[in-house]
Structures are given as C-alpha cells and as structure tokens.
C-alpha cells in the first residue's frame, strides 16, 4: 500500500468526545491542530458533527477530506445492498486517506466519542493500521455525555452495567435489564416503542431518563416516562441508573 | 447547610481521566487552573492519582485538601467496619469541602476516569449537591484508556458491551461473559484466579487483554493467556473485545 513507509505520514484516529467542544481532550486539540490533512464522516447534505465539534482546532490551510456515506437513511447491516455499499465506500476512503499518508503527510481521522467504542473509524483502521503508523487517542463517550447532562451518577461499587443497542429484540432486552443493575441502551431511533415496553416488562421504566442531543445544543433531559412521543432521533439514548444499593 | 447561599461557591467535580494528563478534557484543565481550592482522594501514605494526572494544571497558591482514605487494604463493601468508618471518612470530606464552599471559594474536587462511572466521588456528591451549585466534568474512562493503549477496538454496530466487577461469583461471570459480546472486568485485584476460571469456562480466554496501569507509566499490555502471575493490581483490568462478526 505504501511505497515509501519510512517517510510516510502517521494516522491518527482522534475521539472528539461526546459534542461540547470543551470535552475533547488536551492531546486531541493538539493534535487536530498540526495534522496538514483532516478527514471525517458526514451524512449527505449534513454538516459533520466531528467537525463541528473540532472546529476551532483545524489548522488554517488544512485539507479537508469529506467521507460521506452512501446511505441517508438508517440501513439493516444485514441487508445486502448495505453490505456491498459500505464496503466500496471505505474502500474509497482508504484510498483517499492512503494517498495523503503516502505523501508524508499526517492525517487527522475525527471520530466522534471514543474511537473504539462503537466508532465509525474502526473499519478504516482494519484497512489502515497494518500498512501505517496509526496512533489513537480515547476521548469521552458519548453515554459519559448523556449521563453528566442528565446529572445522573450511573455506576458504583459492584454494579453491573450494560450497554445495549436498541436493535436486540425485545425478549432479549427484558432478560438484560433485567440481569442488570445499569444499563445505557442506544440507537433508539426506529426502535423506539420496542424499547419503551421493554422497559416496562423489566420494571426499568420508572428510574429510567431519555436523553437526546447530549452535552449539544438541543439538548432534552427527561424522566422516560415523561417522553410520550413516537418517534426519536437514531442518537438518542436511554439511561437506567444503577446504584440502588447505596446507603 | 450554607448560610450564605447566594454567595457560596461552586463545587466541581472535575474527571481527570484515565492516566496520562493530556488525556484530561479541556474544560477540566480550565476549571483545575482557575479554582481556589483543589480537593483529592488519597490512600495513606501514597500520592493521589487524580492529583499526579492534574498536577500542571493546579494554580500557583491554590489551597490542596487531601482527603486520605481511613483503610489501607480493599474492604468488602458489606464489613460493618467499612461501612461506618467510611461513612464517617465521607462526613468529615464534605465537612472540609463545605467550609471552603460557604466562604465563597471554588472547589474542583479530582475525580480519576469519568465522575459518573464508578467514582470515588459520588458519595460527596450525595451530600453536598442539594445544598451547593455543582457542575460535574465528564472524563475519558479508565477502560477507555486501556482498550486504546491496547490497541484493541472494543464494541461495534450491535455489540453488547458487559461492564463486570470482578467481584461478581464465578457462576455468574461465566453466564454474562457467555451472553455478552464483549466485556470489561474491573477490580481484578484478588479475584484474579476466578476471573481466570471463568475466562476458560466462558470460552473468552482465548482473546482476553490483560492490561495494567493503562495510559501510565508502568503500562502492561498482554494477552491473557501469556499473563500467568498470581496476583495483580486492583486497579488491573481484563478486556473482552467485541466485533466478531465483522466482516
């Protein structure tokens, strides 16, 4: 992949944290300031929430790669045509970030949370890291922002926490929480109503907190049982606080 | 509590994440740098973690209170010797926070890792945040510095992430490592022989991090099975990645 690996730059994949730009860390702003290349995810037609968040780190004459997603709407990873999509599209952006690396320039790869906490950048890094240096820097995740906003102490002691994508079947949620004295559940989105009966069946519901847009502007905080709505954005997540055992 | 409310000031209470200091948060360097007292848990006779990670950013003439653990050696949270000696611990700590918080002065209490995720510091939240203003500063987790130090992406799409004391019994460690798809076990500490059974039986030993003091000084990064001491740091955790079915 690299024909010139001695002089080739270094990846560096960086967590920007969960939203407030003043949450990322002292080495991602660092960072992000003396990388000549910065590369990030986008949906079509949005701006990059990475970007965003690292906005007044970006060095004046940077280059700016865009990596935008094929999809705009939310897609089964089973689904065939997703398959295939997402593969030509990392492939693509492989390339892209390889050809700047061979060059002798260090790339800046934003990442939104914590790199390897359910990032998006970890496929890049399975194309990437065997052929180039690749440096990662952890950042706060974004269910550290969730519950710091909703000021809600989440885990002590010998509590079990879990954190639970929405996408797991009911029966399988109820049998969770239920096992659990914690749980984060994300990716709400589509899988909104599943989620709130399970909740109830697991006797979860009533410590249960919605949070929406954590530490971002539009931020909403509310008792779960106070959200009546049908519908809630994909990064929207569900907190059920542990400690119930303290004295 | 406070006779002069209005006045009182702020307590923060100030992760620092995981280990190497700039991995703490931008807004954690600034509200170390401008409060007027700095507050910290210490084991007796040891330097405070929290205080090492802090230590440049801490004020030229802040006032520092220590706040010194009154046991030397992990304690089962149910001895009845812990729970009212650490009870009384925690009344003098808010004691000594209050009084500087009543004469209007800014507290950051340091809190290593992330606040809200198993933090010393819950416990003086507890007591003091009706009472004051408080504004807690989320951190990168502990075992967010270790999986990165370790190179190793943890969870991905619909992993389910399992957050497991070491504490737990060897039954149960066994039945959540089995249900989850990836695992983190804090505390290993003395239950390192049955954490080790309950790798084998679960059938995650094969792919199992060990990982000491990670992001610090003294940093070690094994695979577990190539870990064969007997004993290991309390603070030593074991990671299970995720994403086995990434293609």
């Known amino acids: 992949m690299s024909t010139a690996q001695s002089r ?10 969960p939203g407030d730009p003043e949450l990322m860390t002292l080495k991602a702003a660092r960072v992000i300031g003396s990388a000549k290349v910065i590369a990030y995810f986008a949906k079509r037609g949005r701006q990059s929430h990475a970007r965003s968040i690292a906005e007044a780190h970006i060095s004046f004459g940077a280059e700016e790669l865009r990596l935008e997603y ?8 089973n689904d065939e045509n997703y398959i295939v999509g997402i593969s030509e599209f990392y492939a693509e952006c492989t390339a892209r ?13 934003l990442c939104e949370g914590d790199p390897f906490f359910y990032g998006s950048s970890q496929a890049l890094l ?14 706060v995740t974004g269910m550290s922002g969730c519950w710091t906003c909703a000021g809600m102490p989440m885990a002590h002691g010998d509590d079990v926490l879990a954190v639970l994508p929405g996408t797991l079947d009911e029966e399988n949620l109820v049998e969770r929480l239920v096992a659990s004295d914690a749980a984060v559940i994300m990716k709400v989105g589509r899988n909104l109503a599943k989620i709130r009966t ?4 697991s006797g979860r519901a009533a410590r249960a907190i919605y949070v929406e847009h954590g530490t971002m502007t539009g931020e909403r905080v509310l008792p779960f049982v ?9 990064f929207a997540v569900v907190l059920v606080p542990g400690r119930q055992r303290r004295r």
Chains 1, 2 share one sequence.
């Open 70 to 77: 094929p999809f705009t709407t939310e897609r089964d990873v």
């Open 8 to 17: 080739a730059g270094t990846l560096y994949i960086v967590g920007t944290g």
């Open 126 to 139: 399975d194309r990437l890291g065997t052929a180039y240096k690749t440096v990662v820097i952890p950042g």
């Open 226 to 234: 106070e959200f009546e709505e049908m519908t809630a954005p994909y």
């Open 198 to 201: 399970a909740l109830q069946r």
């Open 97 to 109: 970030i390889a050809a700047r690396l061979d060059a002798g320039s260090d790339v800046g790869l």
